[in-house]
């Protein structure tokens, strides 16, 4: 009997013999039913075999293997693999973690009605397939392929004209990557929106990128803010349409999905789309992935987890933003999506765009050294809309009241006088508003997690922004009874109470987390903004990113020089991304940006660099700096990171696993440390680095180590191996 070798979702890196009456190969990446201890649980066939490892009597029978859609594609299968043993993460908690909720359980998937409607032709593999290679007794397979060559496309309807046996033919070719399939239009072109004349730097980077578009190649599309990146990605993704492939468009906020999924079905309003995110219910996650596996998508829009669906025809892929640290997962398996993206791109030998005003330094050094191609756009797409004017505010000579400089509330006057709108950001990496005893110095502490509680105003509760816990404010100081707590620092809150006392007849709209918590509340927002009942947005990060505001002349920033007593080795990098991204807001069209950042520092070589626009200025400053102090991209890093309910067991823990460590001379080992935030949801966190200036033999020592520690008592700890670790 056939014995099924399934990946499971468990925590332990090894995977499952069953047998299976029934199984073939072509069941490898159908998903399995079967029993595991005392319950059923669902997992993916990885292989077909007839051999085993463990005593034949002991193997127990598969309860069913499902077969109500396509397996998943070995490509995709090989991905997996290759992100299992990249990440060091068990491969049936990678694969089954990649699968929409409802393909994880225990049921077959209800499917809906898929249409017969589908047209086929080769692809540039299948192109390459002798005849002679098909056996001369599969007189149908011999067939199909023989039309194909011949008459290019071949609808569902004439294919089964030829056997009904060719769908399976068929079938199985795509999944072999020989046969691309895709619906038969039906719809008929509604009105296009007419794309703009390319700006000759978007024609020269359109140009490069389409001319090569059959092979691997990694784009660093680097574009200032407003260079218009997004109509270079249209004319990509059209190429790519035209040659009825795939376009898997990654993002890294879902907010900013509704925007790009508008501008994308106004350019190609007949083209299936599907969109990927977070934010959807079970239901929609499967009809996306379903569209997309099934080829009939063929333009794919998500978030990071996009990155592991199925793509029969994918022909291209764009990470917008490729900087954004929420492409990289902060638990369980801790992925890369731009990093597996371009690992797909390799694999399906296509192009794969990553974009950015402010690349990430790995990206820009792969640039700088060749691994990648740069493509620029210095200049601003809309006519007549110049970068904004950036200038320091140095709070040293003008002091600041309850956060604002005189210059900077003399400035938003001036932008609310000429009815323009202007934006206050509160740069609040490492910054909140916390409660302060002012006579003990005391402030008010979650007792899950050693961050301070962050000041609500509004609804007079003290939050944790890590573990969610709430509280109410104590009457009195909890240390030395002192009555007179009041909050400190200012929160957007404080800031918006703050402008609504100076502005008292503006209309301000103050944006964080809390006030987009509600379903379409960012549609609502953007809506109020675009139609001009706002005058000043007070937000942090969230207005940040990719959003255009044609309106808004006046940027002012606050608190931005916390970052810079950052100890992350990347805050300076962070900072500046941010902030030119917030700048980018200002000015975008016919309106004249000026950007105000209230700083104490106004020499410091990062706002020098960002007053002048120069990031490249920056990005060189900061590599010569990681160059000496041997950081990356110069070398690559993994970090063992360790959790308990006491910082000593954790401790103890990481010192074992040092001690079992025998890394070879190019593999460095540093002691463990404690974590910077050293409590979190209830649990003390250290971790330990490990470094080395060579991929290969960091992964190497990795694999080993990563056995090793598994051998380690491990009952009261939680321990997991992050690769290329963003946070510390
Ligand atoms: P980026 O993503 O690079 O910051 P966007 O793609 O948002 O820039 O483009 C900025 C603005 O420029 C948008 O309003 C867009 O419609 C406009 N734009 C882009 N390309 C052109 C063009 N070739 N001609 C005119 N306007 C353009
Ligand atoms: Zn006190
Ligand atoms: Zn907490």
Known sequence: MPIIRVALNVPVDTVFDYLSDDATQHDIGLRACVPFGRKRVTGVIIAISTKTQVPIEKLKPAHGIFREIEPLPIVLMDLFHFCSQYYHHPLGMVIMNSLPAKLRNNKSAKLKESSNNHQFCLSDMGKQVDLSSIPARNRIARRLLTELQQTTVLTSLQAKQISPRTIKYLQEWMRLGWVIASPVQTVAA???????????????????????????????????????????????????????RQALILIPEISLTPQLEAVFRARFPTIPLANLHSGLNDTERLSGWLQAQQGKAKIILGTRLAVFTPLPNLGLIIVDEEQDSSFKQQDGLRYSARDLAIFRAKQMNIPVVLGSATPSLESYYNALTGRYRHV??????????????????????????????????????????????????????????????????????????????????????????????????????????????????????RIEETLTMHFPTARILRIDRDSIRRKNA??????????????????????????????????????????????????????????????????????????????????????????RHDYDALAQTLLAERKMAGFPPYVYQALLRAEAHD????????????????????????????????????????????????????????????????????????????VDPLEF
């Open 522 to 611: 960012w549609q609502d927002i953007l809506q109020a903004i675009h139609t001009q009942q706002v005058d000043i947005l007070i937000g942090t990060q969230l207005l940040a990113k990719g959003h255009d505001f044609p309106n808004l002349s006046l940027v002012g920033i606050l608190h931005a020089d916390t970052s810079l007593y950052s100890t992350d080795f990347r805050a300076s990098e962070r900072l500046f991304a941010q902030l030119m991204q917030v700048a980018g807001r200002a000015g975008r069209a016919n309106v004249a940006g000026h950007v105000l950042i209230q700083t104490e520092f106004p020499d410091h070589p990062l706002y020098q660099a960002l007053q």
């Open 376 to 493: 620029r756009l210095l200049s601003r797409a809309v006519q007549n809309a110049a970068l904004p004017l950036i200038q320091c505010i140095d709070t040293r000579i003008n002091k600041t009241q309850e956060g604002l400089s005189e210059p900077l509330i003399q400035a938003l006057d001036q932008c609310l006088k000429e009815q323009h709108q202007s934006l206050v950001f509160i740069n609040r990496r490492g910054y909140a508003p916390v409660l302060l005893c002012k006579s003990c110095g005391w402030t008010a502490i979650c007792q899950r997690c050693s961050s301070r509680l962050v000041v609500h105003l509004r609804d007079k509760k003290l939050c944790c922004h890590h573990c969610g816990h709430q509280e109410h404010f104590p009457r009195a100081c909890l240390q030395c009874g002192n009555q007179d707590i009041a909050p400190f620092g200012q929160g957007t809150q």
């Open 647 to 722: 910082i000593k067991t954790v401790l103890d823990f990481l010192s074992q696993a040092e001690n079992l460590a025998n890394p070879p001379e190019s593999v460095e080992i540093f002691d463990p440390v404690p974590a910077q935030m050293l409590r979190l949801k209830g649990l003390e966190r250290a971790h330990l680095l490990v470094q080395s200036a060579s991929r290969k033999q960091l992964q190497e020592f990795l694999a080993q180590w990563n056995i090793q520690i598994n051998t380690l008592p491990t009952h009261k700890i939680r321990w997991i191996l992050d």
């Open 190 to 244: 509604t009105k296009t929106v007419a794309p703009p004349v390319l700006t000759p730097e978007q024609e020269i980077a359109v140009n490069a990128i389409t001319t090569d578009s059959q092979q691997f190649i990694t784009w660093l599309l680097h574009g200032v803010t407003g260079s218009g990146k997004t109509e270079v990605y249209l004319r990509v993704i059209q190429s790519v349409l035209a040659q009825h």
